[in-house]
């Protein structure tokens, strides 16, 4: 006899159908009761020629009742038991503690003939609306189970029709497509052993046309550092789900009897309001449950010094560097790589994890020293998991690397992956980490990981599971020793961005791209999921180092203040004109911080097409950013109509931020740019904010303050 079990949260309804399996049978909109009669009502034809019975689509599909799509399970007993189908044996659910401030639910389900078990835990969040989702099978057999997959499903209503899926590479990471999703589907599968720039683990579904303001949308995030499968199918009955997991290589997850396998938790998030109403959720969920700042003082505005000097390091200079990086507000200084025994280039050194004595004759402590004396605090760039060939490392222990014995691996930058689940490695790397850490006075560590894992074998056996579990293991042994150090996830830029490895450090490296055009659409689309504090963006120099791409201090300055600020330059070098501007917006960034930091990020859905219009508010203040992209699409700009105002309040509306060379498309500009005007919500939402006439890659910020 099914049953319904209901979680509900702040906004949103979840209602599970529990019968022989659990089915969704509505995600989405608050539903105030079940009616009696939803049984019936919702009870589904059968269709000729096909199966004579209903085939529901549960939150683990089994092909062996007939759900012809990819199923939840995939596996075998030495080529038995590999079609199982399963019945509920016990449900467990929470659906009246909103104190507890999530409502869950636990199924277990058997199949007794292939003696599997398996148990599927959902979850509500009552403040953010975000759903949980994982899945543990086990072995109740006494042979082994060979788990070729296991996955997590969640049904789409047949109005979900449209795609946005990512796509991306190094320096272009978050590159969004769309597409019509009416029969077959969408696939994307990563084996590169990190997240990877390529195959971000993220997508939404929505109604047709769904923009940053409009329509219905469901979002979904794999919180997983490895390989993955991820995928949106149309059944030909016209249902749809989306299904997450871990992408298991051969013989991967071999499973003795009574042993268990976990899939990694799916994230999902719906709204009525488009791409806003999922960020706002996603970001906020990001906030309460995953973010673990050590301490709630700002977020320090960085200096990095990888594009400033790369390997060539003389502690004089980057004395001379934080002198003028204090000046200009910076608050903490990162040392990026070249700093260990002989690493002069990309060729050499990685795994020996000592300071260079050549380069630094008197240590590090005297510059760490003077860093502090700005002000200032230090950071360190490391690359834990790699190891060069031409390393000390490498030629005591040739063996550590991550491998398969017999064929020739490509190297990668040169590079190489250290085999984590060897524990004479791991130990080796977490005593130099803590050596590091306890010797210097260092808060913060880059962990960088710029290669992909080719053959990646442990015993000869594959790996990447055990692998990411080992970097997760060495990354948590580190924070529990030095609980105050925080950690950036960098991995040739966006390479590591997922929400498991946020769980324990505190900072993306979004992109190796600092051309502020390119990180326009590169934060639009890492913004969807995390919140600007946690989006590690940087003033680059006048002609980017990646694209040889030019421009002006107002473009780069407005596109990194929006995010967790730096600057990657040689401050020294610099002109003391630019100087004098990165005080300025690092200044503007301080003075905003407490709103972009903890406030609601919005987008608007442009007039212009060329534009990028974004912003952040809280309950009193809003600041909005209009960026133009490329030549304005007519010669006069549309207003900006502000939707998320109150109607009936007044606004205080000041100009905060614009180009400051001379505009080339303009004559005259509206008085408005230089006065502070009171403007009514609702004439805002509707009448609007008439702009200046944005010449291509310039940006303004506009500040509402509520009076
Ligand atoms: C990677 C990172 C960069 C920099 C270099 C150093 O490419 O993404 O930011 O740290 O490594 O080698």
Redesign the pocket.
Known sequence: MSEFIHLTSKNHSLIIKSGRVPEILHWGAKIASIDEDLLLSTERPISQARLDVDVPLSLCPELGSGHFNAPGVEGHRDGLDWAPVFNTTRVEANTTDVEANVQQATFVLEDTVAKLELTVEIKLDYQSDVVQKRVTITNKGDSKYYLNKLSSTLPLPNHANELMTFHGRWCHEFQTQRQRFEHGGFMQENRRGRTSHENFPEMFAGTQGFSEQQGLVWGFHLGWSGNHQMRADVRSDGRRFVQAGELLLAGESILEPQASYQTPWLFGCYSNSGLNGIAQRFQQFVRDNIIDFPTDKPRPVHLNT?EGIYFDHKPEYIMQMATEAGVMGVERFII??GWFIGRDG?RAALGDWYLDEAKYPNGLEPVIDHVNQQGMEFGL?VEPEMVSQDSNLYRNHPDWVLGLQGYHQPSGRWQYVLDLQNSECFDYLFSRLDDLLTRYNITYL?W?M?RELVQPGHNGKAAVHGQTQALYRLVDQLNEAHPEVEIES?S??GGRIDLEILKRTHRF?AS?CNDALERQAIQKGMSYFFPPEVMGAHIGPAECHSTNRRHSINMRGVTALMGHMGVELDPVKESQEEKKAFSHYIALHKRFRHILHSGRSFRMDPADKNQNIYGVQNDDEMLITVCQLAMPDHALPSPLRISCVEDNAQYKVKLVEMPQTSFQLMKQRPQWLDKTLTLSGDNLKEIGLTLPILDPESALIVHLEKM
């Open positions: 990888w990026d790589d990309e760039w880059k960088d710029n960098c040739s830029g490296w190796d």
